[in-house]
């Protein structure tokens, strides 16, 4: 069964503030904790990276990924990681798989977009409700709370493609 409790929402960070707060996760201590979930909504480039406010690009896999992994109270629980960001056209898609930048089978990475391909955030985004991507993932881990992450990716999957 799926209980999130948010313990911490940023916004508007720089690239350099979501580094020192990943910096600050691979050192929290999470031994009450039974996963950590990220979440992100941003503009992004080629090759995994993502946007700060600033304009700059950071790394989802060493900035994000690595720095959820490194910290020694998270082994063993999962590490879910919702990313909502551009890349080069209006397809959205949703895929969730095991990084492939650790060998950890505790890490599930969930990105609205293919690789190297680009949505456009503003089009699917509600200033009062938020993203599409993240609002129905959200839903249905609520209502599918019994059941694995990997059912959660299958009709997640299902939603968009049926949009197309």
């Given at each position: 069964?799926?209980?999130?409790?948010?313990?911490?929402?940023?916004?508007?960070?720089?690239?350099?503030?979501v580094r020192e707060k990943?910096?600050?996760?691979?050192?929290?201590?999470?031994?009450?904790?039974?996963?950590?979930?990220?979440?992100?909504?941003?503009?992004?480039?080629?090759?995994?990276?993502?946007?700060?406010?600033?304009?700059?690009?950071?790394?989802?896999?060493?900035?994000?990924?690595?720095?959820?992994?490194?910290?020694?109270?998270?082994?063993?629980?999962?590490?879910?990681?919702?990313?909502?960001?551009?890349?080069?056209?209006?397809?959205?898609?949703?895929?969730?798989?095991?990084?492939?930048?650790?060998?950890?089978?505790?890490?599930?990475?969930?990105?609205?977009?293919?690789?190297?391909?680009?949505?456009?955030?503003?089009?699917?985004?509600?200033?009062?409700?938020?993203?599409?991507?993240?609002?129905?993932f959200l839903r249905l881990?609520?209502?599918?709370?019994?059941?694995?992450?990997?059912?959660?990716?299958?009709?997640?999957?299902?939603?968009?493609?049926?949009?197309?």
């Open positions: 069964m799926y209980r999130c409790d948010v313990h911490d929402i940023n916004q508007n960070y720089t690239a350099n503030g990943m910096e600050s996760i691979a050192t929290q201590n999470f031994t009450d904790h039974s996963c950590l979930m990220v979440f992100i909504v941003s503009h992004g480039g080629m090759n995994d990276t993502i946007m700060g406010s600033d304009g700059s690009l950071y790394s989802l896999g060493d900035d994000i990924v690595k720095q959820c992994t490194s910290n020694p109270t998270l082994n063993g629980k999962p590490k879910i990681i919702v990313v909502q960001a551009c890349r080069t056209n209006a397809t959205t898609a949703t895929v969730a798989r095991k990084s492939p930048l650790i060998d950890d089978c505790d890490v599930a990475v969930f990105k609205s977009s293919y690789h190297n391909e680009i949505c456009d955030i503003s089009s699917d985004s509600d200033p009062r409700q938020g993203d599409t991507f993240m609002q129905t881990l609520h209502a599918t709370n019994q059941q694995s992450i990997i059912h959660v990716n299958t009709l997640l999957a299902g939603e968009f493609y049926e949009r197309k």
